[in-house]
């Protein structure tokens, strides 16, 4: 169609074509974006509950720390003190397990009196088990105690 004829002057159709160029040059940059935005920020990952303590729930938000680490916040609802639990048990660790090694103590889960908890960990590892113990003392260097609660992570 001839945009002359339609009184469309040279400068409103280079306008025009400018605008139709910047529209679909963007396209495959928001295309891009759409894919990659859900996945590039921090994600969740559920916990399962053990036997031992059913009601409990625990969520580990994921993300990419500082140096190319994995940056964890475990933060878990309804956990009984553990010394309620059979047996009694003093505190709960957190484990942090890549394949095919040990486990390794990434800190003690600290439960308040609304029995919630939370614990901000780093691991270089992208691939791993995290599990909660019940243990008689946070120092411990292999776990011991029932598992409380459980996940696997991997790369994100």
Same mark, same amino acid.
């Given at each position: 169609?001839?945009?002359?004829?339609?009184?469309?002057? +040279?400068?409103?159709?280079?306008?025009?074509?400018?605008?139709?160029?910047?529209?679909?040059?963007?396209?495959?940059?928001?295309?891009?974006?759409?894919? #990659?935005?859900?996945?590039?920020?921090p994600?969740k990952?559920?916990?399962?509950?053990?036997?031992?303590?059913?009601?409990?729930?625990a969520?580990?938000q #994921?993300?990419?720390?500082?140096? +190319?680490?994995?940056?964890?916040? =475990? $933060?878990?609802?309804?956990?009984?003190?553990?010394?309620?639990?059979?047996?009694?048990?003093?505190v709960?660790?957190?484990? =942090?397990?890549?394949?095919d090694?040990?486990?390794?103590?990434? +800190?003690?889960?600290?439960?308040?009196?609304?029995?919630?908890?939370?614990?901000?960990?780093?691991?270089?590892?992208?691939?791993? $088990?995290?599990?909660?113990?019940?243990?008689?003392?946070?120092? =411990?260097?292999?776990?011991?105690?029932?598992? =409380?609660?459980?996940?696997?992570?991997?790369?994100?």
């Amino acid at each position: 169609m001839n945009l002359s004829r339609l009184g469309v002057s +040279g400068v409103e159709r280079r306008r025009s074509q400018y605008r139709q160029a910047r529209l679909y040059g963007a396209a495959p940059l928001l295309l891009c974006l759409a894919f #990659i935005w859900p996945f590039g920020g921090p994600r969740k990952v559920q916990m399962m509950a053990g036997t031992s303590t059913p009601g409990a729930t625990a969520t580990i938000q #994921i993300k990419k720390g500082d140096n +190319g680490n994995t940056a964890l916040d =475990i $933060k878990a609802e309804n956990l009984a003190p553990a010394s309620s639990l059979t047996p009694a048990e003093n505190v709960y660790v957190v484990w =942090i397990q890549p394949p095919d090694k040990v486990a390794q103590n990434a +800190g003690q889960l600290r439960v308040n009196q609304h029995e919630q908890a939370e614990l901000n960990t780093v691991t270089a590892f992208k691939r791993f $088990k995290v599990f909660i113990t019940a243990e008689q003392n946070a120092q =411990i260097q292999e776990p011991e105690g029932p598992r =409380i609660l459980s996940a696997d992570v991997s790369d994100h």
